[in-house]
């Protein structure tokens, strides 16, 4: 019986609030707060609502429609590690708002109204390790702001108004060993502050409005590369051999959702970690048989969304191969046995997506029985013969003649797209 009580206090959760913000805690200890908004009112944050605790450890105040924070809101917490300000209103920051956390490890800001950031403002938080500022309204970062931030990784400033020649290297100067970078979502065209950088592991440039593989992605200070992101920009072609010859240890290219139609053929020639390349949307209409092979630990190709006809036999020799997709491009057939040959050119295929091609029936069922088989896994939803995915001539056999491409192309134009 005495148990029962005790439990049954100990799992109750303690709550204080304060204007139209509740939090709610844990009483053992009061490490974490998770704090909500009960209404839709703005609301200001004041020092008593998550201040003056000495264990706190992490505060969630997402989404609380804060629009601005009093200098005294974040006083003596000298424990708390996570701050998460996500998802709020605010327009601006008080300097010295954080100076009372000496242990603030993760601070989010993101998606806030934020214009600037005072000099100064991080001048205690020496261990802030990750700091997200994304979906604000920044147009720059004063340099020295980031110069006390000894153990700073990760920075995250996509989706602000941020131009690359306004982004003086001076910022980086005292951090030019940040290891993930988010400039995603601001124009980057003109940018040169990355040459500093010495030890970029993840960069990720999305829609920057680029429209070419930018040098300063690919030069020799970014040989600790692992992942580079390129997607929705508007590279049209990638013509030099040597573009990311320099990223020695790049395992992973996204170069989705550009207009490119040209790849010279080499391009990934002795990328010897590559295990992911992603190509979708695009407008590649042939694969150079040779563009591939030999990325030895090459394991995943999205080829999805361009316009190929062909995948050519031989094209993986010499990678690791799983998950291949190839779907809503322009393909009528593929080569005879194509899977059986993969196989016997060494390769295992766990998955294969190749829906939304103006298949020939008769080809398409040659492919899907040799996937059955050989158990590849496919988009089985799209075949279970509820919609029509192919189109057939009078003989129903597969045809691979040249002529055969326009004509199914057409008919299948005609009836299905
Ligand atoms: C706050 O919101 C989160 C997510 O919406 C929910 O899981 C949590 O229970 C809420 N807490 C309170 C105190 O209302
Ligand atoms: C910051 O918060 C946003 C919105 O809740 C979230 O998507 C993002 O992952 C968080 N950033 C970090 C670095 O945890
Ligand atoms: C490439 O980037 C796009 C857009 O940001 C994203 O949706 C996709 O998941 C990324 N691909 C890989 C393989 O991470
Ligand atoms: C598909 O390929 C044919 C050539 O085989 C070409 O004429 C046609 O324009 C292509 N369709 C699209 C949508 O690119």
């Given at each position: 019986m005495k148990g029962e009580v005790w439990l049954a206090v100990w799992s109750m959760l303690f709550f204080i609030v304060d204007a139209e913000i509740k939090c709610e805690f844990e009483p053992d200890g009061q490490m974490f707060h998770m704090c909500n908004a009960t209404d839709d009112s703005d609301n200001i944050l004041q020092r008593g609502l998550v201040s003056d605790k000495r264990k706190t450890f992490h505060i969630i105040l997402n989404q609380c429609n804060i629009v601005s924070i009093e200098l005294e809101a974040f006083y003596r917490l000298p424990a708390l590690a996570i701050l998460d300000l996500a998802e709020n209103k605010i327009e601006s920051l008080p300097l010295g708002v954080f100076d009372r956390l000496p242990s603030l490890s993760r601070l989010n800001l993101s998606y806030n109204l934020l214009t600037e950031l005072p000099l100064g403002i991080f001048n205690h938080n020496r261990d802030l390790s990750v700091l997200d500022l994304e979906g604000n309204s920044l147009h720059n970062l004063k340099p020295g702001l980031i110069d006390p931030l000894w153990r700073l990784y990760q920075l995250d400033l996509s989706h602000n108004f941020f131009k690359g020649n306004e982004i003086v290297p001076a910022l980086f100067d005292k951090k030019r060993d940040i290891s993930i970078l988010t400039l995603s979502g601001n124009d980057m065209t003109e940018a040169n502050f990355l040459s500093i950088m010495n030890n970029l592991n993840y960069l990720y440039m999305d829609g920057c409005k680029l429209k070419v593989v930018p040098k300063l992605a690919t030069d020799l200070n970014m040989k600790n590369l692992r992942h580079l992101s390129l997607a929705s920009n508007e590279i049209t072609s990638v013509d030099d051999a040597k573009t990311f010859s320099k990223l020695k240890d790049v395992m992973k290219l996204n170069l989705s959702r550009n207009q490119i139609v040209f790849i010279h053929k080499d391009v990934f020639k002795n990328l010897r970690y590559l295990e992911e390349i992603d190509l979708r949307y695009n407008k590649l209409t042939t694969l150079p048989i040779d563009m591939f092979q030999n990325i030895p630990k090459l394991y995943e190709l999205r080829l999805s969304y361009n316009l190929l006809t062909d995948i050519p036999l031989n094209a993986f020799a010499g990678t690791e191969l799983k998950r291949l997709s190839f779907d809503n491009?322009?393909?009528?057939h593929l080569h005879k046995n194509f899977l059986l040959k993969i196989e016997d050119a060494g390769l295992m295929l766990r998955i294969m997506h190749f829906g939304n091609n103006p298949w020939q029936c008769a080809c398409l069922r040659e492919l899907l029985r040799e996937a059955k088989e050989m158990e590849v896994l496919y988009d089985t939803d799209k075949y279970d013969g509820g919609h029509p995915v192919c189109v057939s001539g009078k003989d129903f056999y597969c045809r691979r003649d040249e002529a055969a491409h326009d004509e199914f192309i057409r008919m299948y134009n005609e009836n299905i797209r």
């Open positions: 491009n322009n393909i009528t």
